[in-house]
């Protein structure tokens, strides 16, 4: 992501995440002539104790100074999780991977997974699991994967990133009932990534290539949800098996390459268990 490029993405962060506060939840009166919904700027910068003036021109992008101290402030003004405000420093102060990482990135091609965590692949039978990397490209997935999302060893190598196929393939626009909270999982993960390795240019293309074929991708990405794990519980109507209910886990794995292990795990008191036992069985 190029400089102006991150400025630009950290006034639309801005924005959005002062949009999502209502007044009376830090202690403001609603008012009656409130042409936007949310927090106004002045408000902001009242909150986190700067001017007006200076507020703006970071909402705005501009290239200015910041502190660590001063991101604290308006964090805890916009009510940021843990993981915002990582984005929020990343985005204002320029803390991501560091020059050189879009080659780096090129250099190291499809990752490999370990042999332990092809063992634990294995041994998770019966919880659909995926492994993808820090740009949502699937590199590793164990039968029940296959059998509850996609055949995803048919589909080239290429084209497994796991943020385009969920708005391609009609298959996994059918199987989440709420395919929005679906997705915005995988967009919250994704936005984590993009915000921390900024100097990787392969974002900027694939998000705009994303808006340009899916106009819903736009809708969905300009909401600026940010987590690195989030804990959900969805509900799937699979073709063979019909409703099936999973709670999702995502977890970081720790090593040279950054690879994230999604976890679906059969909610309990559900039959989900034994209908993917059926399924897998046929």
Known sequence: MKHQTRLQELSVFLKSQRAKIVPQMVGLPAGTRRRTPGLRREEVAQLAGVSTTWYTWLEQGRDIKVSASVLDNIASALRLT??????????????????????ELHREGQPEISPSLTKILQELKYCPTIISDRRCQIVGWNEAASHVFLGFEQIPIEQRNMISLLFSRQELRRLAVNWEQFVRGFLAIFRAYYGQYVEDEWYDHFLTEMKETYPEFNHL??????????EVILEFRHAKAGRMHFQLTSLQVHGNVDLRCSIYTPAPDSSTEFKLRQLMER
Not at 222 to 230: D, K, L, N, T
């Open 221 to 230: 990405w300009e909401q600026s949800e940010v987590s690195m794990a989030p």
């Open 82 to 103: 843990q993981d915002e405000r990582k984005y929020l420093y990343a985005l204002a102060m320029d803390t991501g991977a560091g020059p050189g990482v879009s080659a």
